[in-house]
C-alpha cells in the first residue's frame, strides 16, 4: 500500500504545479485526495481516514482557497496528506449465481478463482477472480457466458465484504465455420487447412487460440483479429471470422555482433514472405564474420544461404524446408569451406510437440593446424521438441525439453559412420511479478558414437565456450587442447547454466549468471580426467518489441593460462 501511494504522489508532484493558479491547485490536491482514497479502498482499506492540508488549511475549508489567493504566486504551496489506514477488510463470503436467482451456479471449481472466505478484500483479486470464473464457464463449452453483474457489499461492523457474482453461462457451444476476411495476398481457401478443429466439435478456448497461432505463425500477417459471433447458429455452433492484416510480402534488414573473442560479424537478408500465394516463404541471406581478428582479410569468414518454407505439405501442420549454403567458417578448432544441403518436414503435432526430420548433404574442405582433409557427408537429422514455456524469444516461466539425432556417414574413402546425440533441458522460475524476476536454468549432454574418434569431421565434435555456452571462455574452447592451445573437440559434451533475470522498470533488465562445461574426448565425459570449465559474469538487458537485446560480461572462473581475462557477448535474444 506503501509503494501504491508514493507512486500516486509522485505522479501529482510531477503533473500539477504548485505554484501559480490557486483554484487550480486546490483542485489538484483535492483530486489526489480521492485518488488515496479510491487506492485505499481498492486494497480492502475501507475504514481509512484521509487528513489533506495545503499551507496547513484542510483542503475542504474554505479558508485553504483564501490562504492559496493572498499568496504570491510564484511561491511554491506545501500540500500534506496524512492517511490512517485502518484496519483491512477481509472476504467473508462468495457466491455465484446465475441471474434471477439465489441458488447457487453448478460445476463451479471455487478452488480456481484465486480468492477465497478469509482472504483480503483486494479489488485487483476479486476482479481477477472474476475473470478466471468466465474462462472456466467458457471452458467448459459455455463459449457465451457473460458475467451480468458483481455485487461488493461492505460490512463495517464485521469488517468483511460479501461479494456475488452473478454469472449467465448461456447455452452450450459447438465450434462453428471459419471466415477469413481482409487479406488480398494469401489463398484463403487454403487458409481453411490452417482450422484446427471441425465444424461440430464441443467448443473450447483453446481451440481459437491455436488458430490464432496458426495463422500468426505464417509470418505473413500484420495482425490477425478473432471475432466470435455474438450468437449461435441453427446448429448451435459459434461461427468465427478471422479479420486479417497483410504485412509486406518483402523485406530486408542487417544485423550486427560482437565478441571479443572472434570480433564483429555483420549480416544481410532478403525475405518474400508469400512466394505463390500459400503463405511460401523465401530467405536470402549473407554474413561476414571474423572480421578484425587474424592478419588479413583472408581470416574472415562468410556465409550465403537460401532457405524456403512451405507451410501444410501434404498434411496441415507440417511444412516443407529446403535449404542450402556455401560457407567459410573460420573458428579457432578449425578453417571450413563447405556447401551444405537440407530437405525435410518440420511437423507440429500439438502446440506441445514438434519434431524434425530431413536429409542432409555437405562437401566440406576442413583444414585444421595445417592440414586439409575432404568430407563427402550425407546425413539423417531428426529433432523433438517438447515445449511448455511461455515464450520463444523472452520466457519467463515453464521448460523446455529438446532431443537431437544425428547418423552421418562419410561416402569417400574413409567411409567412416557416427551419431550425433544430444539432449537439452530449459526451465524457467517465475520468481516475483509476472515476468519481473526470473531464475533460468539449462543443461545440455551429448556423445557421438562411432567406431573411431579420429573419423568424425572436426566441425561434427561437440564444442563448449562462447557466448551461447559457457561465458568467459573463448568460443570451442572450454574442452581439450593442443600444445598450441588450440581445441581439440570431442566425443561427449556436458553444460549447465543458472541465470537470474531482473526486469528494471520496463525497458531495462540486468542478469547475473553461471555456466559450467567441457566437452571430452571420449564418448562419455570423464570429470576425474578433465574438470568441466566455470564461468561467471553479469549483463544487461534492452527489452524490445522483437526480443530483449543482450550484452554479457563473463569472466573464467578456473582460468588456464591461455584463457584470456573476460568475454564482451553482444547479441539480439536471451543467452538461452
Not at 570451442?476 to 531482473?502: F, H, I, K, M
Not at 533488465?509 to 567441457?518: R, W
Amino acid at each position: 500500500m506503501s509503494s501504491d501511494l508514493k507512486e500516486l504522489s509522485q505522479e501529482f508532484e510531477k503533473q500539477q504545479p504548485l505554484t501559480g493558479d490557486a483554484l487550480g491547485i486546490l483542485q489538484g490536491a483535492q483530486a489526489v485526495a480521492s485518488q488515496f482514497n479510491t487506492a485505499l479502498r481498492s486494497r480492502g482499506f475501507y475504514d481509512a481516514t484521509i487528513n489533506a492540508t495545503i499551507d496547513g488549511k484542510p483542503i475542504a475549508d474554505a479558508s485553504a482557497l483564501e490562504a492559496l489567493e493572498t499568496r504570491p504566486e510564484t511561491d511554491a504551496a506545501t500540500v500534506e496528506v496524512r492517511i490512517d489506514t485502518g484496519p483491512r477488510f477481509r472476504i467473508g463470503s462468495i457466491a455465484i449465481r446465475p441471474p434471477g436467482t439465489q441458488q447457487s451456479l453448478p460445476g463451479i471449481d471455487r478452488a480456481e478463482l484465486g480468492i477465497a472466505p478469509g482472504d483480503p478484500a483486494d479489488a485487483a483479486a476479486i476482479i481477477a477472480a472474476q475473470n478466471k470464473l468466465l474462462d472456466d464457464l467458457r471452458k467448459q463449452g459455455y463459449a457465451l457466458a457473460a458475467i451480468k453483474d458483481r455485487e461488493v457489499i461492505v460490512d463495517h461492523a464485521t469488517r468483511e465484504a460479501e461479494i456475488t457474482f452473478v454469472a449467465e453461462p448461456g447455452p452450450l457451444a459447438r465450434m462453428g465455420p471459419v471466415r477469413f476476411t481482409g487479406t488480398k495476398q494469401v489463398d484463403t481457401v487454403w487458409l481453411q487447412r490452417r482450422v484446427p478443429f471441425k465444424e461440430g466439435e464441443p467448443y473450447t478456448p483453446a481451440k481459437v487460440e491455436e488458430l490464432r497461432g496458426r495463422l500468426t505463425s505464417l509470418g505473413t500477417f500484420n495482425a490477425v483479429r478473432l471475432k466470435p459471433a455474438t450468437e449461435l447458429d441453427a446448429n448451435g455452433e459459434l461461427p468465427i471470422e478471422a479479420e486479417l492484416t497483410d504485412r509486406l510480402q518483402r523485406s530486408f534488414g542487417f544485423g550486427a555482433s560482437y565478441e571479443t573473442q572472434l570480433g564483429f560479424g555483420i549480416e544481410g537478408f532478403w525475405v518474400h514472405r508469400n512466394l505463390f500465394g500459400q503463405a511460401e516463404s523465401l530467405r536470402l541471406s549473407g554474413e561476414i564474420n571474423h572480421i578484425g581478428q587474424g592478419y588479413a582479410i583472408l581470416d574472415t569468414g562468410f556465409a550465403f544461404r537460401a532457405a524456403f518454407r512451405k507451410p501444410d505439405w501434404w498434411l496441415s501442420g507440417q511444412d516443407l524446408r529446403l535449404e542450402a549454403a556455401a560457407l567459410r567458417e573460420v573458428v579457432p578448432a578449425y578453417t571450413r569451406k563447405a556447401a551444405t544441403f537440407y530437405g525435410g518436414f518440420d511437423r507440429t503435432f500439438s502446440p506441445r510437440w514438434q519434431a524434425r526430420a530431413g536429409f542432409a548433404a555437405e562437401i566440406a574442405d576442413i583444414t585444421r593446424n595445417g592440414v586439409t582433409q575432404s568430407y563427402r557427408m550425407l546425413g539423417l537429422q531428426g529433432t523433438v521438441l517438447y515445449n511448455r514455456a511461455n515464450s520463444d524469444l523472452d520466457p519467463t516461466r515453464g521448460y523446455r525439453i529438446e532431443f537431437n539425432v544425428q547418423p552421418w556417414v562419410d561416402t569417400g574413402p574413409g567411409g567412416d559412420m557416427f551419431t550425433i546425440l544430444r539432449l537439452t533441458g530449459r526451465h524457467y522460475w517465475d520468481l516475483a511479478e509476472p515476468g519481473r524476476t526470473v531464475l533460468a536454468t539449462r543443461a545440455s549432454f551429448g556423445t557421438e558414437p562411432a567406431i573411431s574418434i579420429g573419423g568424425i569431421p572436426p566441425d561434427k565434435l561437440f564444442y563448449a565456450g562462447g557466448g551461447g555456452s559457457v561465458r568467459g571462455f573463448v568460443y570451442q574452447t572450454a574442452g581439450p587442447l593442443d600444445a598450441y592451445g588450440n581445441p581439440l573437440g570431442g566425443a561427449s559434451v556436458v553444460e549447465a547454466s543458472v541465470e537470474l533475470r531482473q526486469r528494471i522498470g520496463k525497458a531495462f533488465g540486468a542478469v547475473a549468471f553461471v555456466d559450467a562445461g567441457s566437452a571430452y574426448p571420449d564418448f562419455l565425459p570423464n570429470f576425474s580426467q578433465l574438470a568441466p570449465r566455470v564461468g561467471a559474469g553479469v549483463g544487461i538487458r534492452y527489452y524490445t518489441d522483437f526480443g530483449p537485446i543482450r550484452a554479457d560480461v563473463g569472466l573464467p572462473l578456473n582460468r588456464r593460462p591461455s584463457d584470456p581475462p573476460f568475454g564482451i557477448y553482444v547479441s539480439l535474444g536471451q543467452a538461452f
